[in-house]
Antibody
Framework: EVQLLESGGGLVQPGGSLRLSCAAS????????MTWVRQAPGRGLDWVSS????????YYADSVKGRFTISRDNSKNTLYLQLNSLRVEDTALYYC??????????????WGQGTLVTVSS | SYMLTQPPSVSVAPGRTARITCGGN??????VHWYQQKPGQAPVLVIY???GRPSGIPERFSGSNFGNTATLTISRVEAGDEADYYC?????????????FGTGTKVTVL
């Protein structure tokens, strides 16, 4: 059974940092691209960042480029998101999701339950 | 950047058909996926690659994608279909590769 379990969220002041983790199980982690998606309270889904299975390609939304860093440790089956220079508008539930293997423009077929990041003074 | 526009809300009586649109420039040239999200839960993939149905998704859910509009159709709507629905596509251009979600549609079953 595919499982994704996020952790690392919490309350942080503006300008602060956090590192989110997503522990994966039930599939060959290194074979799949992975993604972070966030959802601000009462708002819609917002793509944040993606990383290829081998970690040789990374992609970021303009809103987080230069502040967030996605990475993965395939030996630990774990995905990470380093959040720096946090802003109030980064407050959201952060989901990790697996990208289905395909030929491009692939869907996110499994999602974790999310970890909440709150940026406030 | 690429944008996907959905109606904020759709209301439908039980047993009737709900259609949710997702508008985007030449979206018919992209693979579009649809997610269902119920309150307090993570999104669930209900339609992939425009019209495919993942295992476990009822046949009542179907999708299409032509021109500038993708559509999710829910036939014989049930109370349990009440949720937020999001379309999603990959954005790829000369200077940007990423993913885009639609603005979301709340489906209310009357």
């Amino acid at each position: 059974e595919v499982q994704l379990l996020e952790s690392g969220g919490g309350l942080v002041q503006p300008g602060g940092s956090l590192r989110l983790s997503c522990a994966a199980s039930g599939f060959t982690f290194s074979s799949y691209a992975m993604t972070w998606v966030r959802q601000a309270p009462g708002r819609g889904l917002d793509w944040v960042s993606s990383i290829s299975g081998s970690a040789d390609s990374t992609y970021y939304a303009d809103s987080v480029k230069g502040r967030f860093t996605i990475s993965r440790d395939n030996s630990k089956n774990t995905l990470y998101l380093q959040l720096n220079s946090l802003r109030v508008e980064d407050t959201a539930l952060y989901y990790c999701a697996r990208e289905r293997i395909g030929f491009g423009g692939n869907p996110f077929d499994y999602w974790g339950q999310g970890t909440l990041v709150t940026v406030s003074s | 950047s690429y944008m996907l526009t959905q109606p904020p809300s759709v209301s439908v009586a039980p047993g009737r058909t709900a259609r949710i649109t997702c508008g985007g420039n030449n979206i018919g040239s992209k693979n579009v996926h649809w997610y269902q999200q119920k309150p307090g839960q993570a999104p669930v993939l209900v339609i992939y690659y425009n019209s495919g149905r993942p295992s476990g998704i009822p046949e009542r859910f179907s999708g299409s994608n032509f021109g500038n509009t993708a559509t999710l159709t829910i036939s014989r709507v049930e109370a349990g279909d009440e949720a937020d629905y999001y379309c999603q596509a990959r954005e790829s251009g000369s200077d940007q590769v990423g993913h885009v979600f639609g603005t979301g549609t709340k489906v209310t079953v009357l």
